[in-house]
């Protein structure tokens, strides 16, 4: 059973093991999702495994008004997915500005935020996600993601809460 006291980095990495597959993040540029990458780079590096940065976003139909087949819909998702990539990029930039010698790499796709990190982890040897993420226009990281993504992940997963980002709670 696991215990249910804080845990330092290091007794995660005994508890989770050391596969050689990369650490995975989910990534939305709120808060707790920024605490997320720190604890998942430390522990990439740690490990000397890469880090897969997962940004997923999505168009609330309410956004698009109602001329669905305007010239514009697919400008405006074009927009918001390059938001969402350079939210990416900017925190794949801070993770090597602290880690030059770490792989880092950026996964940017369109979809429920859940369903997109999961469908990066099946090589990961860990996975990490914040307690909650931003709402918003880019509506990524929203309440569920995290405890559907610990539910349903195969690999071992780490929930970093806020204000703690050393503990993570598996």
Known sequence: AMSRTPTNPEQVEDRTGTGLGPVVVG???SEPAAEALVYAADQADRRGVGLRIVTAFGIVVS????GMSAPWDAELVESVQQTAQREAEAGADRVRADHPDLAVETVVEPGPAAAVILEHTGDASLVVIGSRGGGGFMGM?????????????????????????TTGRV
């Open 27 to 29: 990534f939305d540029n």
């Open 63 to 66: 956004d698009l008004g109602l």
């Open 141 to 165: 990281l929203l309440g569920g993601t995290s405890r559907e993504v610990a539910t349903h992940c195969p690999a071992p997963t780490v929930v970093v809460r806020q204000g703690r980002p």
